[in-house]
T-cell receptor, first 115, second 112 residues
Framework: DTGVSQDPRHKITKRGQNVTFRCDPI?????LYWYRQTLGQGPEFLTY????????KSRLLSDRFSAERPKGSFSTLEIQRTEQGDSAMYLC?????????????FGPGTRLTVT | GEDVEQSLFLSVREGDSSVINCTYT??????LYWYKQEPGAGLQLLTY?????DMKQDQRLTVLLNKKDKHLSLRIADTQTGDSAIYFC????????????FGIGTKLQVIP
């Protein structure tokens, strides 16, 4: 298993364009999470899925953001009409149960730059 | 609400011990974590501690939890240059089954 993968690793887009990121979790993990990390800050929770069901969305996830996990495997995060404030690292994580804990494994992230 | 605070920067000499401190506000936090982030790399879980524990040791890492003061610390013994990274304190109410709330991160600089 190669761990959590994200694609693309870097994306530069002009303000107003739509972008879509993909996350492939570790294969047996049923939970998948999206976080956003801006420069000099810690990651902030956006949303998470159990299988294909989206169970929680942060208030940070405005109407321009949508996430899907259609078959309970990979997930996509789409940002419509991007704004400069959307520039950040978008991190995906997946988890499984070890004992009483659900350790979250993070991918390398997709760095978005909105010009 | 949930809030995790930590100092921004720590500089130590190679071979010394490093102590990174963190405070959290949510008394219902049941799991507390330390993550490491190296430049250009993803987050790596170093260790975690349950809220009913006071201490956890794992090789060079020692985690101390003072639940009364909501204070968590990470001690790295015999700090090496490879330990230079950003260290995030984080908490969760459900052992990572739901969201994890992160602090701002402490940048550890190890001087050779």
């Amino acid at each position: 298993d190669t761990g959590v993968s994200q694609d693309p690793r870097h994306k530069i887009t002009k303000r107003g364009q739509n972008v879509t990121f993909r996350c492939d979790p570790i294969s047996e993990h049923n939970r998948l999470y999206w976080y956003r990390q801006t420069l000099g800050q810690g990651p902030e929770f956006l949303t998470y899925f159990q299988n294909e069901a989206q169970l929680e969305k942060s208030r940070l996830l405005s109407d321009r953001f949508s996430a899907e996990r259609p078959k309970g495997s990979f997930s996509t995060l789409e940002i419509q009409r991007t704004e400069q404030g959307d520039s950040a690292m978008y991190l995906c994580a997946s988890s499984f149960k070890t004992g009483a804990s659900y350790e979250q494994y993070f991918g390398p992230g997709t760095r978005l730059t909105v010009t | 609400g949930e809030d995790v605070e930590q100092s921004l920067f720590l500089s130590v000499r190679e071979g010394d011990s490093s102590v990174i401190n963190c405070t959290y506000t949510d008394s219902s936090s049941t799991y507390l974590y330390w993550y490491k982030q190296e430049p250009g790399a993803g987050l790596q879980l170093l260790t975690y501690i349950f809220s009913n524990m006071d201490m956890k040791q794992d090789q060079r890492l020692t985690v101390l939890l003072n639940k009364k003061d909501k204070h968590l610390s990470l001690r790295i013994a015999d700090t090496q240059t490879g330990d230079s990274a950003i260290y995030f304190c984080a908490e969760s109410m459900s052992g990572g089954y739901q969201k994890v709330t992160f602090g701002i991160g402490t940048k550890l600089q190890v001087i050779p």
